[in-house]
T-cell receptor, first 112, second 116 residues
Framework: SQQGEEDPQALSIQEGENATMNCSYKTSINNLQWYRQNSGRGLVHLIL?????REKHSGRLRVTLDTSKKSSSLLITASRAADTASYFC????????????FGEGTQLTVNP | NAGVTQTPKFQVLKTGQSMTLQCAQD?????MSWYRQDPGMGLRLIHY???????DQGEVPNGYNVSRSTTEDFPLRLLSAAPSQTSVYFC???????????????FGPGTRLTVL
């Protein structure tokens, strides 16, 4: 099964609301990364959080990491229609070295 | 910088044909990788390379070959195309920290492959 699993699979909100997506994983990791993919396009890196970090911010994005629960969350505040995309978490296992494993993603729809 | 480039953007093959998907990066990244993405799913790692002359298998390597003769290029070869290989293929590159940990992945725009 996938190392990283996102929850929920789909999320629909109104502009201005906050969106929270979660990612769970199974084994110890070096880092966890979040990516965005607009329909039909490549993936764009959002944030990388290392295993010794608990929280990171980038603009309207906030990522938390709880290694004891093996989970991460991505919060998008004050969402915009342009945030509509699929969001993926990717983990690098501590033991795998250089092999990222992606989850199946959360499809976020922000309605104007 | 052009970043990561992939060619072609679209390709249609018949079962049994072979072809090479091209990937190049101009950021002097050590690490390069190939993923496939099937509809409604995440990315699955096919092959990766941690430097020129070094390649290794990912989750789904069967039916694909790679080589890394230069830092810049990492072509993916389909040996004998099958309908199950219909997918979108992404190439990515990144630096490696401490010689073993990947960092931010930079993705190419993808190649949409259909095998009839």
């Amino acid at each position: 099964s996938q190392q990283g699993e996102e929850d929920p699979q789909a999320l629909s909100i109104q502009e201005g609301e906050n969106a929270t997506m979660n990612c769970s994983y199974k084994t110890s990791i070096n880092n966890l990364q979040w990516y965005r993919q607009n329909s039909g396009r490549g993936l764009v890196h959002l944030i990388l959080i290392r295993s010794n970090e608990r929280e990171k911010h980038s603009g309207r994005l906030r990522v938390t990491l709880d290694t004891s629960k093996k989970s991460s969350s991505l919060l998008i505040t004050a969402s915009r229609a342009a945030d509509t995309a699929s969001y993926f978490c990717a983990t690098e296992k501590e033991t795998s070295g250089s092999r990222l494993t992606f989850g199946e993603g959360t499809q976020l729809t922000v309605n104007p | 910088n052009a970043g990561v480039t992939q060619t072609p953007k679209f390709q249609v093959l018949k079962t049994g044909q072979s072809m090479t998907l091209q990937c190049a990066q101009d950021m002097n990244h050590e690490y390069m990788s190939w993923y496939r993405q099937d509809p409604g799913m995440g990315l699955r790692l096919i092959h990766y390379s941690v430097g020129a002359g070094i390649t290794d298998q990912g989750e789904v390597p069967n039916g694909y070959n790679v080589s890394r003769s230069t830092t810049e290029d990492f072509p993916l070869r389909l040996l004998s195309a099958a309908p199950s290989q219909t997918s979108v293929y992404f190439c990515a590159s990144s630096v490696r920290r401490s010689g073993r940990v990947t960092d931010t992945q930079y993705f190419g725009p993808g190649t949409r492959l259909t095998v009839l």
